[in-house]
């Protein structure tokens, strides 16, 4: 089993940042991608990034990202950061960090599907105010 605490979320006008992490405990070594998902009022989750591994080379974005916001892990505090810069009204909604045991295909196909995720965070609220 595996647990995940998300965080970081806050109410912040346009233009700021925040940085979102994901603390993860119980069976961590089995962890093989890690992602973040969000939802806004009245619609579906959708796939905002995901990392597999901890490299650089690793990360995949949801195309409206568009370079404002960073994934980045730390295996050896078992913890995901999203850094979220640049922030529109339009990002408003609940953050979720999710976790994969297993194989993983390299594919934003694959890590954009939730239900690809074993674990999920309880959500954090992120409010952008213009």
């Known amino acids: 089993q595996v647990q995940l605490v998300d965080s970081g979320g806050a109410l912040v006008q346009a233009g700021g940042s925040l940085r979102l992490s994901c603390v993860a405990s119980g069976r961590t070594s089995r962890i093989s991608v890690m992602g973040w998902f969000r939802q806004a009022p009245g619609k579906e989750r959708e796939f905002v990034s995901a990392?597999?591994?901890?490299?650089?080379?690793?990360?995949y974005y949801a195309d409206f990202v568009k370079g404002r916001f960073t994934i980045s892990r730390d295996n050896a505090e078992n913890t995901a950061y999203l850094q979220l810069s640049g922030l529109q009204p339009e990002d408003t909604g609940v953050y979720y960090c999710?976790?994969?045991?297993?194989?993983?295909?390299?594919?934003?196909?694959?890590?954009?599907?939730?239900?690809?995720?074993?674990?999920w965070g309880q959500g954090t609220q992120v409010t952008v105010s213009s």
């Open positions: 990392i597999i591994g901890s490299g650089e080379d690793s990360t």
């Open positions: 999710a976790a994969r045991i297993g194989v993983v295909a390299g594919t934003i196909s694959f890590l954009g599907e939730p239900n690809n995720y074993d674990y």
